[in-house]
């Protein structure tokens, strides 16, 4: 059973670029979830999306914007990256619904170097 | 505003030893509260939960204690092992698939 995958794993971007990281869920979750984890920091909350659609937002600009497909997969996109924006990116996902939906599961990572 | 504290940033302990690891929440809507183990370069793992209907909860060598009038909670790690050097995080959310407020972590270090 696949757990939660992330790619890439490591990106180096310049200041004003765009990314796009990726990330498919633990088999049988419906709903994925991006945390920002800078260095040194706990995990923020960007934003999670279900059924393709994004369902709550964290304190990030309108510069971080996501996508779910109907495969559950998601993206996470950054434009204009700021030199702030280097940080380990994290995808974490849970089914909907019971008690298991309290549960998230976190992919490896994808750490994100803007200079 | 930080939601959840925790403490301490830093922890050094025998190999053996009982590392405490405390959190303390300010938002009573909490009603669930994992603990995550991240070592260099991963992604968390979750360890072990708690929901506030029990006061203590034990899996294995974890075991998270939890009192709801003082909102704290905390992770002991019996017996501890090097390979148990890591960072831990806790964390807090409301309700199913809602976002996880985590603390800033804990740097354990269990040396021989």
């Known amino acids: 059973d696949a757990g939660v995958t992330q790619s890439p794993t490591h990106l180096i971007k310049t200041r004003g670029q765009q990314v796009t990281l990726r990330c498919s869920p633990k088999?049988?979750?419906?709903?994925v979830s991006w945390y920002q984890q800078a260095l040194g920091q706990g995990p923020q909350f960007i934003f999670q999306?279900?059924?393709?659609?994004?369902?709550q937002r964290g304190n990030f600009p309108d510069r971080f914007s996501g996508h779910q497909f109907p495969n559950y997969s998601s993206e996470l996109n950054v434009n204009a990256l700021l030199l702030g924006d280097s940080a380990l990116y994290l995808c974490?996902?849970?089914?909907?619904?019971?008690?298991?939906?309290?549960?998230?599961?976190f992919g490896p990572g994808t750490r994100l170097t803007v200079t | 505003q930080q939601q959840v504290k925790q403490s301490p940033q830093s922890l050094i302990v025998q190999k053996g030893g009982i590392p405490i690891i405390n959190c303390a929440y300010e938002?009573?809507?909490?009603?669930?509260f994992p603990w995550y183990q991240q070592f260099p370069g991963k992604g968390p793992a979750l360890l072990i939960a708690?929901?506030?209907?029990?006061s203590e909860k034990k899996e294995g060598r974890f075991t998270i204690s939890f009192n709801k009038s003082a909102k704290q909670f905390s992770l002991h790690i019996m017996d501890s092992q090097p390979g148990d050097s890591a960072t831990y995080f806790c964390?807090?959310?409301?309700?199913?698939?809602?976002?996880?407020?985590f603390g800033k972590g804990t740097r354990l270090s269990v040396i021989a």
């Open positions: 974490a996902s849970s089914p909907l619904g019971g008690a298991a939906s309290y549960e998230q599961y």
């Open positions: 088999s049988g979750h419906d709903t």
């Open positions: 999306y279900y059924e393709e659609e994004e369902r």
């Open positions: 938002n009573t809507a909490f009603d669930y």
């Open positions: 708690i929901r506030p209907d029990v």
């Open positions: 964390a807090a959310s409301i309700r199913g698939n809602t976002p996880l407020v």
